[in-house]
């Protein structure tokens, strides 16, 4: 008896959360309708909107700026400069083997950088490659409007949570 009473609890406990997901999630659906959002919501969707926007042009400028600069001579022997000194850097810590082991030991440094500093000793064509992408303008651009994108993204999802959150109470 106890067990079928236990049992028919469970049951409804499980009916009664089915309900309020099935609710919450129709609640949802109207709620990122645009039209029934609030103003000031909308208002605030749009300056994420306008922000992002603004902010990829940025990005847009800056690399034509930069491509600019990189079309004369000077802007191209600086870049190559740069990325040589870079090279000689990551050349010299990975032939110290002391100095390699220390970095790998260094629990401060991120998992991701350790592993590709291996893998720029087991490949060093793998270097050249990471070299030549992370000063490359367009990817670097294409990265950072990217990163634009996402924050953006989190910024709307946090606006319909706060309008889930107000239209709850």
Do not use: C, W
């Not at 103003?39 to 940025?58: F, M, P, S, V, Y």
């Not at 400069?81 to 010299?92: D, E, G, L, M, Y």
């Amino acid at each position: 008896m106890i067990n079928h009473i236990i049992s028919n609890k469970s049951r409804a406990v499980k009916a009664v959360g089915t309900i309020l997901l099935l609710s919450t999630s129709f609640n949802l659906v109207n709620l990122f309708n645009p039209q029934q959002a609030n103003a000031q919501n909308l208002g605030d969707l749009q300056k994420i909107r306008r922000r992002a926007t603004e902010a990829e042009l940025n990005v847009d400028k800056q690399l034509r700026d930069v491509q600019t600069i990189l079309n004369t001579t000077q802007g191209r022997a600086l870049l190559e400069s740069q990325k040589a000194q870079i090279r000689n850097q990551f050349i010299n810590l990975l032939s110290n083997e002391i100095l390699y082991k220390q970095f790998l030991a260094n629990p401060n440094i991120p998992q991701s950088q350790k592993q590709l500093l291996m893998l720029f000793k087991s490949n060093p064509q793998a270097l050249n490659n990471f070299i030549e992408q992370q000063t490359n303008p367009r990817f670097i651009a294409e990265h950072q409007k990217s990163e634009i994108r996402t924050q953006a993204e989190v910024e709307r999802i946090r606006l319909k949570i706060r309008t889930l959150r107000d239209s709850l109470e």
